[in-house]
């Protein structure tokens, strides 16, 4: 069982570029999530969808977009980069039933780098 | 403004003995409260949770406390373990964690030393 896959893992852009980073999930999981984790930050979150079709802004959207054409990806989507994006990127999951509410399963994270 | 801090960036432990890492909320509503891992170039993982109905939850080595009218939870770790060494976040959720979003602290670093 995969889990949660994000591809790719590390990527090295130029300040205006544009790149989008892929999150799929084999759990069935209605909701997904994209969080950056920065020195000191913590995990803060990007954009999340509770459903296929669906998306909502988190605590730090600015600067990218999101889509979840169908249930089992969701794509973080950075249209002209900047170097304030340089972080590590994390895409997470959780079913909505209740007894495991909460818990989120995690991919490995992708280290995006913009010069 | 943080709603989560965890105010120590960093704690060292000898093996064997016991970690404790503490964690503050501002929010009230908040009702659960979960506790997740993570090594480094990996993703965070799922450790320990708790109700905001309960005051204790235990599972194995790892026990969390809940003092909701200090507004501050705490998780034991013993014995601990050079494995162990590891960034913990703790985390808040409102609606029992079925609905809305998981809020992070900042992370606490813990290096258990052999």
């Known amino acids: ?115 | 403004d943080q709603q989560v801090k965890q105010n120590s960036p960093s704690l060292s432990v000898q093996e064997g003995r016991i970690s404790i890492l503490n964690c503050d909320y501002t929010n009230s509503m908040f009702d659960y409260f979960l506790w997740y891992k993570k090594y480094p170039a990996e993703g965070p993982t799922f450790l320990i949770s708790i109700s905001s109905i309960k005051d204790k939850n235990e599972d194995g080595r790892f026990t969390v406390f809940l003092n909701k009218s200090a507004k501050h939870l705490s998780l034991h770790i013993v014995p601990s373990q050079p494995g162990d060494s590891a960034v913990y976040f703790c985390a808040a959720s409102e609606y029992g964690g079925s609905q809305g979003n998981l809020i992070f602290g900042k992370g606490t670093k813990l290096s258990v030393k052999p």
């Open chain 1, 1 to 115: 069982n995969a889990g949660v896959t994000q591809t790719p893992k590390f990527r090295v852009l130029k300040t205006g570029q544009s790149m989008t980073l892929l999150c799929a999930q084999d759990m069935n999981h209605e909701y997904m999530y994209w969080y950056r984790q920065d020195p000191g930050m913590g995990l803060r979150l990007i954009h999340y969808s509770v459903g296929e079709g669906t998306t909502a802004k988190g605590e730090v959207p600015d600067g990218y977009n999101v889509s979840r054409l169908k249930k089992q990806n969701f794509l973080l989507g950075l249209e002209s980069a900047a170097p304030s994006q340089t972080s590590v990127y994390f895409c997470a999951s959780r079913e909505i039933a209740r007894g495991r509410a909460g818990e989120l399963f995690f991919g490995e994270g992708s280290r995006l780098t913009v010069l």
